[in-house]
């Protein structure tokens, strides 16, 4: 049988997130504000990777930026990803695990935050590229 092409019609969208796990191995959500795609829904803290930026470099921007919190480059441990097809573009998805982080996290740009166990993800509304990572992320932490 032949393998078919990949849709390589949609630009891809690198993003990317990060589970903060604290001491009692809960991990902090943040909800998606009015006005916003897929608002009310609940995510990781995160956000695009802009051009000249490395991965981590973008995490730890966002996270400053949305959180008010500062991660060091050698905090943040690759954990998970999803690919999924979002609107006209392709999303990649880079999830991060950090337990370290100085600064207590701030909603600047989410309505609300919230510490979980990885086990109650599965009962929030998550955006669908999401949802997949929870089951991942249950297993490493």
């Known amino acids: 049988m032949l393998a078919t092409a990949p849709d390589t019609a949609r630009p891809l969208l690198i993003v990317v997130a990060a589970a903060l796990v604290d001491s009692d ?3 902090l959500v943040q909800q998606r ?19 000249g930026e490395t ?5 730890i921007r966002e ?8 991660v060091t480059p050698a905090c943040l441990a690759p954990a998970v990803f999803a690919s999924e097809t979002l609107g006209d573009r392709h999303l990649l998805l880079l999830l991060y695990a950090c337990r370290k982080w ?3 996290p701030d909603a600047r740009h989410a309505t609300a ?8 993800l599965h009962r929030l509304p998550m955006p669908p590229a999401d949802r997949p990572l929870i089951g991942l992320l249950e297993a490493l932490l």
């Open 55 to 59: 991965p981590e470099a973008a995490l």
């Open 63 to 70: 996270l400053g930026e949305e959180l008010g919190i500062d």
């Open 102 to 104: 100085a600064g207590v």
């Open 33 to 51: 504000p009015a006005g916003t795609p897929m608002a009310g829904l609940w995510e990781f803290p995160g956000g695009k990777v802009e051009a």
């Open 113 to 120: 935050l919230r510490w979980v166990r990885p086990v109650e």
């Open 25 to 27: 191995g809960r991990v």
